[in-house]
Antibody, heavy 121, light 109 residues
Framework: EVQLSESGGALVQPGGSLRLSCAASGFPFTNYALSWVRQAPEKGLEWVSAITASGGDTFYADSVNGRFTISRDNDRDTVYLQMDSLRVEDTALYYC??????????????WGQGTPVTVSS | SYDLTQPPSVSVSPGQTARITCSGDELPKHYCFWYQQKAGQAPVLVIEKDTERPSGIPGRFSGSTSGTTATLTITGVQAEDEADYYCQSADTGGTYHVIFGGGTKLTVL
């Protein structure tokens, strides 16, 4: 069974940093690209970042580009999201999700339960 | 980047048909995917590649497209279908970039 388990969410002050982790199990980790998707309170889903299966390429939404860094440890089956220069508007539940690809299109069939990040003074 | 526009809310009585739309200028070029998110839970994929239903998704869920609009149809709505529904498609930023619609709250009266 595919499982994704996020951790690391916390209350942090504006301008601060946080590192989220997503531990994966139940599938060959090195075969799949992974993503972080966030959801602000009472708001919709927002794609944040992605990393290829090898970790060689990373991608970011404009809203976090230059402040967030995604990485993965293929020995530990874990993906990370380093979040720096945090802003109030980064407050959200952060989901880890595994990409599926069909006909060149990417979507998500498996999600974690999310880890909450609150940016507030 | 571009926007995917969904109505904020749709309300139907049990047994009726609910239709949730998703509009975007780039949709004719890309597939649309639909997710159901119940309160306090992670999203669940209910339609992939415009019209295909993943295994385990009830047959009352279907998808269609016409021009710049994709539609999720739930035929014979049940109380358990009350949830937020999101469309998703490819964004213009690159292979792994995806974009979500703003979400539609389906209320079963």
């Amino acid at each position: 069974e595919v499982q994704l388990s996020e951790s690391g969410g916390a209350l942090v002050q504006p301008g601060g940093s946080l590192r989220l982790s997503c531990a994966a199990s139940g599938f060959p980790f090195t075969n799949y690209a992974l993503s972080w998707v966030r959801q602000a309170p009472e708001k919709g889903l927002e794609w944040v970042s992605a990393i290829t299966a090898s970790g060689g390429d990373t991608f970011y939404a404009d809203s976090v580009n230059g402040r967030f860094t995604i990485s993965r440890d293929n020995d530990r089956d874990t993906v990370y999201l380093q979040m720096d220069s945090l802003r109030v508007e980064d407050t959200a539940l952060y989901y880890c999700a595994r990409y599926y690809e069909r006909s060149g299109y990417y979507f998500f069939k498996h999600w974690g339960q999310g880890t909450p990040v609150t940016v507030s003074s | 980047s571009y926007d995917l526009t969904q109505p904020p809310s749709v309300s139907v009585s049990p047994g009726q048909t609910a239709r949730i739309t998703c509009s975007g200028d780039e949709l004719p070029k890309h597939y649309c995917f639909w997710y159901q998110q119940k309160a306090g839970q992670a999203p669940v994929l209910v339609i992939e590649k415009d019209t295909e239903r993943p295994s385990g998704i009830p047959g009352r869920f279907s998808g269609s497209t016409s021009g710049t609009t994709a539609t999720l149809t739930i035929t014979g709505v049940q109380a358990e279908d009350e949830a937020d529904y999101y469309c998703q498609s490819a964004d213009t930023g690159g292979t792994y970039h995806v974009i979500f619609g703003g979400g539609t709250k389906l209320t079963v009266l």
